[in-house]
């Protein structure tokens, strides 16, 4: 028997504008995969509010379900890895651009996307984390990798109110490093940031506009989700032997940097991707965000909202309005 749900569909004919409606589908409308699941909470990214508000091409088919992310439970799998009853998280993998996503009260996917959830994080938690959050951990291992520890200094995050950059900034300080949070809203998110663990505020539109090659050594290391200016000027700014972590482009994708940096401080660029990275990766990410990340910190930064509400915080998210994490509960 075909179970009747409730998602958001993304339509745009040909030649037309892109249109957002809530629909009410049933099981056999949605795509080929081998697991089914429940969904039970999804969450809006940056890259949600690209694909809902179409002010950017994220979204490659059409009708889509967007939402690049979800957390819910198996109802039927023919992956041997997953059962009935299951909790699973999903990240990435093209999901809410080609492959119909989170913002519904099913899905069907590949079981090759999902992993099961750690113990102890439950399904909201978990989109309470999000592909933000998990992008954040990715960033820390990005700075660990490449051999930082918390003796080597201060480590900035930009985007510091975002959802990276308050998940970052609270697994960062769990871990012991000392925190700089960068914010173009610095004076009205200061009692929120230092509450995730930054030790200093700074001003990110200080670090937007066209700076030199070279600027004072500052940081040991950084999270960046701005890119543009931003990062260059991050970048510049960052001791001998630093390493950034890059996974964003807010202020926008182009880097107008010199090879200064690498080559006379040996400073380490270091990408993060958190759409396809490998298996062995996420489940790694996972375990550390379970293990390292402070979860009542977790519930203060996070807000509930409903499918309905979901076009307006995408259009509030690209403005810069949304502190934090947002959870849809579906």
């Known amino acids: 028997m075909s179970h009747t749900f409730q998602a958001i569909c993304v339509s745009k004919p040909e030649g037309g504008d892109q249109t957002v409606q809530f629909v009410s589908l049933c099981d056999d409308d949605l795509m080929d995969g081998d697991v089914t699941v429940a969904v039970e909470h999804s969450t809006v990214n940056y890259k949600d509010g690209l694909a809902v508000s179409g002010a950017s091409p994220i979204l490659r088919r059409f009708p889509m379900i967007p939402g690049i992310d979800f957390a819910g439970r198996v109802i039927r799998s023919d992956d041997q890895r997953f059962s009935p009853g299951d909790r699973v998280v999903l990240n990435g993998?093209?999901?809410?651009?080609?492959?119909?996503?989170?913002?519904?009260?099913?899905?069907?996917?590949?079981?090759?996307?999902?992993?099961?959830?750690?113990d102890g994080v439950t399904t909201a938690q978990a989109m309470g984390i999000g592909t933000a959050g998990y992008t954040a951990a990715l960033c820390v291992m990005a700075l660990e990798r490449g051999g930082i520890v918390p003796d080597h200094g201060d480590v900035l995050v930009t985007g510091a109110a975002g959802g990276v950059g308050s998940v970052a900034i609270a697994l960062l300080d769990k871990l012991g490093y000392r925190v700089i949070a960068a914010s173009r809203?610095?004076?009205?998110?200061?009692?929120?940031?230092?509450?995730?663990?930054?030790?200093?505020?700074?001003?990110?539109?200080?670090?937007?506009?066209?700076?030199?090659?070279l600027m004072k050594e500052r940081w040991a290391a950084a999270v960046d989700s701005v890119g543009s200016w931003t990062l260059a000027n991050v970048v510049a700014g960052t001791r001998y032997g630093g390493v950034v972590a890059a996974c964003g482009l807010a202020q926008g994708a182009d880097l107008p940097l010199t090879v200064m940096p690498f080559i006379l401080r040996g400073v380490t660029l270091a990408g993060v991707d958190s759409v396809m990275a490998p298996r062995q990766r996420r489940e790694e990410a996972w375990a550390r965000l379970a293990r390292d990340l402070d979860l009542t910190r977790l519930d203060r930064m996070t807000s509930h909202i409903g499918l309905d509400d979901v076009p307006r915080i995408a259009a509030e998210i690209l403005a810069g309005k949304v502190r934090g994490r947002v959870v849809v509960d579906l």
Not at 99 to 106: D, L, P, S, T, Y
Not at 111 to 117: A, H, I, V
Not at 188 to 213: F, H, K, N
């Open 185 to 213: 809203r610095a004076a009205e998110e200061e009692s929120y940031l230092r509450m995730l663990g930054a030790a200093d505020i700074i001003d990110t539109r200080d670090l937007a506009v066209s700076g030199r090659p």
């Open 93 to 118: 993998f093209g999901v809410g651009e080609v492959h119909f996503g989170g913002f519904a009260q099913r899905a069907r996917v590949k079981g090759d996307w999902l992993l099961r959830l750690p």
